[in-house]
């Protein structure tokens, strides 16, 4: 199984990347986040999650 079969639930997602539960179920109704319907759950991609930690990366200003 590779990382594209990996699908995390809300709180899984949320601990990942240190943001509440309601951030990530709001960021899936805004469609911010692609997410998978089975049936009543949804369940995230863990490709989706890391896309997320690096959109928000900012590299260091450094005195090189």
């Known amino acids: 199984m590779n990382d594209a079969d990996v699908l995390l639930t809300v709180p899984q997602a949320a601990r990942m990347t240190a943001l509440k ?4 179920r709001r960021r ?30 900012r590299p260091p200003i450094g005195n090189e």
């Open 28 to 57: 899936i109704l805004e469609r911010r986040i692609g997410y998978v319907k089975l049936g009543r759950s949804v369940r995230i991609p863990l490709q989706e999650v890391e896309k997320l930690i690096r959109r928000g990366y």
């Open 21 to 24: 539960e309601a951030t990530i």
